[in-house]
C-alpha cells in the first residue's frame, strides 16, 4: 500500500465471458511491492483468462483494475508494459537459438555510436547481463551460451531477471514451474522471492499449492471461474490450501477412493 | 515438500566436460570454411595438369565466380536468418540487367541515373515480395516463387519485343559507360581479379557486421528463431522482414548491373537457377532452412567453395556436368552438418 493507501495493482470484481461461458465471476485481489500474490487453481479454473486481463491481452467485461489507486484500461499488453506490468509466459520467454545476452537485451538493444553510425553496444549488454544474473543469485557460466541450452528453470529464471531490469514494477508469472522438475522448480523459487526482496510485486501463476505457499504472501483461489476466496498467509495452513485448490469434497471422495483400492490391493 | 534425495553436487558437471573443439564445432561457419579449404587442398592434386594452387589467374578466374555467387548469397543468408527464401534473387538479376540495358540503349538515359532507377527497381520488387509475405502470412517459398515467374515471362517477352531476340545488346553505347564499368565490373590486377570480388568482401564485410554487431542484427535472429517471443518484447518482425527482402532484391539489382556492365549486353535468361546457387551458399555458411540461426562469414566460404568447384572441374578436365553432382552433394553434407549443429545447441532443454 503506497501513502494514500491504494495498493500497486488491484483487481476489482472482475468478470468475464465468452459467448455464454463464465470465464471468471467477481474476482478481487491485490498485490504490493515486495509481496507474492498466488494466483491458484485447476485446468479450466480461469487462471489464464485472469492472467490475459492483468497483462492488457484481453479487456474485463465487468470489474475494474486500479494501478496506484487509478483505474486503468488496458487495450494491449504495450500498455500494461507502460505502467510498468511485465508478463513472463511459459512458452514465449525466449529464442532458444539466440545466446543469453542477445534475448536479455531483445528489443531494448543498447547502442552507442558517432553521428547516423550505432552499433549494438555488446559488451555492455554482457557485462549487464553477467551482473544483473548474479545479482539475481543465477550462475550463468556463459553470456553467449544459446538459450536452448539452458534447463527450463534457468531460462524461466533469465527471463525474470530480464523483466526486473527493464523495470517492472509488477511481474505476472504464467506457470513458471509447472514444465519442471522438483529441483528446477525450486530454483525459479527462488527467484521469485528475490524480485520480491528487490521490492518487485509479483502475481504468480500455478496450479501447484506445494510451489505456491512457502513464497506467498496471499492466495487467490480460483474454481470454475469463481474465486472461492482470498486468504492471508496467516489465514490459512498447507493442507487447508491442499484441501481447497482439489475442490475439499472432491478430494476427500478421492482419498475415500483410494483407500478403497489400497485396501483391496493389501 | 519434503526433499528425500539429495540433489546431485553440481548441476552443471555434464556441461563442463565440453571441450574447446566441441565448443568451436557450434560455431555455424567453421563447416564451410573447412570445407572450402579441403576443396581447395582437393583440386591442388585434381587439377595437378594446372597451377592451380601457386597460379594467381587461375584464383582470378575461381574468385570471379565466387563473387557471382557471394554477392547475393549474404542477403539471401541474412533473409533466411530471419525465416525466410526468395526465389525471385536469381531472376531479379536479369530484370535488373535487362531493365539497365532498356534504360541506356532505348529510352537514351547516361549510365549513371539508369543505375540508380534499377536499384529502386530492386528495392521495389523486394518490398512487394516482403509486404506480401508479412501480410498474407503466406510461405515465402510460395509468394517469391511466384514473383520468380512472373519475371521470367516479364523479361523473356519484354525482351524479344523490344529487340527481336533474346537479349539486349550494346549496352556499352551508354553515356558514362566507361566510368561505371571501372567502378563496377574492371580488373584490378595485372593477373585479371575482378573489381566483382572487392565487391563481394565488402558486402560480406557489413552483412556480417550488421548481424553481429547491430541491434538490426538481432531482430533477424530473434524474426527467425521464435517470431512471437520477438513480438512479445517489441521487436518490429514484419518491418524486419520487409527489410531483408529489400535488402535480397536490391543486391540483386546491383548484381545485375554488374553484369550488364561486365558483359556489355544481357541474355533474357540471365539469373534463372542462381536463386538455389544463393541458397546452398547459406545452408553451407550454416544457416538453418529454419531460420534463426547462420553465418555471413560462413555463406562466404560457402560461395568460395562452389566457385573453385566450378572452375576446378574445367581445370581436373572432368565433365562439366559433374558440378550439378557435386553441388547438390555438398548441399546434402551441409544440411546434415547444421542438423547436428542444431541438435547440438537445443539439447539439454
Redesign the interface.
Known sequence: MNENGAHLLEADAISKYYGNIVALKDITTHVDGGEVTCILGDNGAGKSSFIKILSGAHQPDEGRLRVDGEEVVFQS??DARAKGIATV?QD???????SIW?NF?????P?KGYGPF???D?ATAKRIVRRELSEMGIDI?DPDQ?V?????GERQSVAIARAVYFGARVLILDEPTSALG??QAGVVLKYILQARDRGVAVIFITHNP?HAYPVGDRFVILNRGQSLGTFEKSEIDRQELVRLMAGGRELAELEHELEAIQAEVS | MAETAAPPAHPDERLVRVGPLARLLTRPDIGAFVGALGVYLAFGYFARGVDWLGDPGIAANWTDQAAQYGIVAVPVALLMIGGEFDLSAGVMIGSSGLLLGYLTTHADMNIWPAILLVLLFGLAIGFINGYTVVRTKLPSFIVTLATFFVLQGVNAAGTLKLTGQTAIQNIDSASGFDSARRFFASDVTTYGFKVKVIWWIGITIVGAWLLAKSRFGNWIYSAGGEPNSARNVGVPVARTKITLFMMTSGIAALMGIIEALELRSMQSKEGIGLEFIFIICAVVGGCLLTGGFGSVIGTFFGAAMLGMVQLGIVDAQWDSNWTYTFQGAILFAAVLLNTAIRARMRRAR
Open positions: 499488453p504495450r509466459y514465449l520467454a525466449m529464442v532458444p537459438l539466440m542477445r537485451f531483445l528489443g531494448a538493444e547502442r550505432h552499433w549494438f555488446s557460466r544459446a536452448g541450452t539452458l534447463s527450463g522438483v529441483k506445494h
